[in-house]
């Protein structure tokens, strides 16, 4: 069986890593990471540990040289190449922020020059909206026409909860496939995306059935009591908990949105809306003035 050699950028703790390892074994497939790049202190320890790499051969990416010849040759390249100037969260300045912003070209060069045959990147959902589109088009354009990838016509955006995890985080991905180095003939890839969330627990409509799956599934059975909040002791937050409870039962919510969950550490400090600040932060302040204001009333 030929060994696939994969590339793990932007790696953080390893998940693509993991998940590519959880595959191998399902598939028999005999893998090989032959290149990571971090610049996190801890992520880098982590990983390390995770997966028994040399911690001192996880580099920078931006110290590699314009022929990537620090590169190995490889079959597969993932990258979850930093979000922040692409989020809602952040200043958006996207390509024009040149610490984070241009680390998708750092990609682009080794694509250029290594060609493997299979990539898949991932991003925040925004970056399909970011600079009205505009960032978007550039990255499939560079991909799709400049390096000959068959990428989804469409942006494949998926989130855990559609696949029977209880966490809520949209993410797009970009697979792609070198079509020098394949025999399809497509123009796009395409997706079954039934097939894709055909284990989708969590869309079920027997809230019965979503508790028993989370409860067997991810909590322990035996929890020290440090964990458990005390009536006396915490009678404050156990208060702000159950008004949360009934703001969000009564309080109008957007159709397909979800209210920010509870900051239980920001509570109680003043707040003031700046012209700077992002309209997310903004929103989120407004709905805080608003539920203390219920606490206050209950």
Request: charged content about 35%.
């Amino acid at each position: 069986m030929k060994e696939i050699r994969f590339i793990d950028l932007f790696a953080g703790i390893g998940g693509f890593h993991k998940a590519l390892e959880s595959v191998a074994k399902k598939k028999k497939l005999d893998i090989k990471c032959v290149f990571v790049s971090e610049i996190d202190k801890e992520s880098i320890e982590t990983y390390s540990s995770n997966f028994s790499i040399d911690k001192e051969k996880i580099i920078n990416i931006r110290d590699l040289d314009d022929n990537m010849s620090g590169v190995p040759e490889h079959d597969f390249l993932f990258a979850g190449f930093p979000c922040q100037t692409f989020s809602n969260a952040g200043k958006k300045k996207g390509f024009l922020d040149e610490i984070r912003g241009t680390l998708f070209f750092d990609i682009v060069k080794i694509l250029k020059i290594k060609k493997p045959k299979y990539i898949l990147l991932e991003n925040v959902k925004h970056l399909v909206n970011h600079d009205n589109g505009k960032t978007w088009e550039i990255i499939i354009k560079t991909l799709k026409d400049d390096l000959g990838y068959i990428i989804p016509k469409d942006p494949l955006i998926l989130s855990p909860h559609e696949f029977g995890i209880p966490q809520e985080r949209q993410r797009v991905f970009i697979p792609g496939v070198l079509r020098e180095k394949t025999s399809l003939k497509d123009e796009y890839i395409s997706f079954n995306f039934d097939d894709l969330k055909s284990n989708n627990i969590l869309n079920s409509s027997n809230s019965s059935e979503i508790r028993k799956y989370i409860f067997d599934k991810f909590l322990e059975e035996e929890v020290e009591s440090k964990y458990f909040l005390d009536k006396e002791k915490d009678s404050y937050l156990l208060n702000v908990f159950e008004a949360w409870d009934d703001f969000l039962k009564n309080v109008e919510k957007p159709e397909g949105r979800t209210l920010p969950v509870i900051w239980a550490d920001e509570l109680g400090k003043k707040y003031h809306l700046k012209s700077d600040m992002p309209e997310w932060k903004k929103n989120i302040l407004q709905i805080w003035e608003i539920f203390i204001k219920w606490i206050k009333i209950l």
